[in-house]
Nanobody, 126 residues
Framework: QVQLVESGGGLVQAGGSLRLSCAAPGRTFKHYAMGWFRQAPGKEREVVATISESGSVRVYRDSVKGRFTISRDNAKNTVYLQMNSLKPEDTAVYYC???????????????????WGQGTQVTVSS
């Protein structure tokens, strides 16, 4: 069982920045690929970024490339999502996820796969 706890969401103006964190206590964190997903009201959940166990492979959805950075610190059992140049369309609940898979395959992860956090709200005002 992997427990994931997100933090760092909030309200920010367009063009601003936020950093999300996801803590996963336990010694198995380093064995999991990690990802950030988001779900806006009335829309399906979508992948934002994923990262391999070692952090050597990172995958981003096209709309966040160059603005968002996913990273992980295996010594702290934490994965981060640095979000810069935020846009109103980035408004959503952001979820952290973990799975024993590759960063590429994690892009199509469903709610029935792996482990999920409870989510943190990110709201970008125009």
């Amino acid at each position: 069982q992997v427990q994931l706890v997100e933090s760092g969401g909030g309200l920010v103006q367009a063009g601003g920045s936020l950093r999300l964190s996801c803590a996963a206590p336990g010694r198995t964190f380093k064995h999991y690929a990690m990802g950030w997903f988001r779900q806006a009201p009335g829309k399906e959940r979508e992948v934002v970024a994923t990262i391999s166990e070692s952090g050597s492979v990172r995958v981003y959805r096209d709309s966040v490339k160059g603005r968002f950075t996913i990273s992980r610190d295996n010594a702290k059992n934490t994965v981060y999502l640095q979000m810069n140049s935020l846009k109103p369309e980035d408004t959503a609940v952001y979820y952290c996820a973990a799975d024993v898979t590759t960063a590429q395959a994690m892009r199509v992860m469903t709610s029935r796969d792996g482990y999920w956090g409870q989510g943190t709200q990110v709201t970008v005002s125009s």
